[in-house]
């Protein structure tokens, strides 16, 4: 059975997703789970695109093991060097290089001829291959290409040492039948002396439709994002292409290396960081995916599964049912979950999270995987803060002005204010404002509940801007105001780093 590679890029081309950005501990933090989920190759970032990207690439080359890390590169040799400097420290390394081959592209964006831009391709490819052994090509808006143009550009590349040609739908204009044909035209000129990858891109709602063709004519890597994030309408989605191989092994007669059970977690993971959230009929992640509401359905399913049920929500780690904890857990019952969870905190990590976790299970009877993923993980992805919340009182209701007492810590020092708001959360965050003394403007304000009941852990995302600079701030609270304090601090710590 065929082994399908699976090229994850959502820290590349996800990270393109409008609003997207993450910082270094954000990309480190989701590397690592990337690791955990299987993936065979990890794109990190594109070192030459600013500093901050080439310190990520960097510290995810030195962090992240397991899973080879690529770095992309404009076919140019500045970029081939800057992206060889971040990632040399890895121990399996690759180099990503493009250049874009359409008539559409040469003509008006870049004023080269084919010929030019071939000769290019290979000289880069070269120079790639003389700094690492291992050296993928993308021929850019490859379905917008003439398909002899195409081939000769692949061959040749594939001649100058690359080993993985990718083939993008960089606008996402093609069709399955039509990229199918594709695939199987360069897979019976190259052979198996590369190995063809795809790129979808989903602007027609195709991305892995088109993947999925590919796969069946001789492609043997998939690049795609977690939640199908990226560029403009997203890429290819990691879990359904995933899913779809694992569930139609009959036709594929293929299988992928990832632990199909890190799927919801890693697809959480990614929501909390982008602050992108799923849409609820999203296959395989979203919150109905596993939901009947017929009652023929549900009469069908409580007789046997298989009847409408495709794939069980196990299958991708989803334990939502399973109660994990409660207030008489101990340290050791809590530090096991979390380690079966994938999280390996430090003492001190564990004792703050513990802490927290004895607090919530005051106020919550029952604490689920979702609800310690969101302690933990403000635990894990905490960077230095200038200002932490000491204590919050709000006031309001029917003819009441909305007023917030507010305690923080600016530093070490701690300062009071009281505020009043339109409602309460505006009268929170008028009380922060004030007291930092800061001039952001907040962009966007999501609340959802992390788990079902009254009593549920509340998480507010919020965006703030300032000086152009857009950072998301989250916070995780059975009261919402103070998860609504939560994230606005949060997101004010990433704007003023501690000195
Ligand atoms: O969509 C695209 O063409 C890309 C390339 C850089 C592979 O992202
Ligand atoms: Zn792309």
Partial sequence: MRTIKIFDTTLRDGEQSPGASMNVTEKLQLGKQLVRLG??????????????????????ATEVTGATIAGLARAKELDIKSAYDALKHAPQKRIHTFHSTSDIHLKYQFRVSREEALKRSVEMVKYARSLVDDVEFSPMDATRTDIG???????????AG????????????????????MIRKIKERIGDSAVISVHCHNDLGLAVANSVAAVLNGAGQVECTINGIGERAGNCSMEEIVMCIKTRKDIFNAQTNINTQEIIRTSRLVTRITGIQVQLNKAIVGANA???????????????????????????????????????SGRHAFKTRLKELGYELSDSETETAFDKFKRLADQKKEIFDEDLEALVSEEVSKIPETYSLVELKVESGTNLKPTAKLRIKINSREVETTANGDGPVDAVYKAIVDITKTSSSLLKFEVKSITGGTDALGEVMVTLEQDGKKVRGSGADTDILVAAAKAYINALNKLTPKK
Wanted: aromatic share 8%.
């Fill in 39 to 60: 993936v065979d190759v990890i794109e990190a970032g594109f070192p030459i695109a600013s500093p901050g990207d080439f310190d990520a690439v960097q510290q995810i």
């Fill in 149 to 159: 143009y195409l081939i000769e550009v692949v061959a040749a590349v594939i001649e």
């Fill in 162 to 181: 690359a080993s993985t040609v990718n083939i993008p739908d960089t606008v996402g204009y093609t069709i399955p039948v039509e990229f199918g044909e």
């Fill in 290 to 328: 596993f939901a009947h509401e017929s009652g023929i359905h549900q009469d069908g399913l409580l007789k046997e599964k298989m009847t409408y049920e495709i794939i069980t929500p196990s299958d991708i780690g989803l334990t939502r049912t399973e109660l994990v904890m409660g207030k008489h």
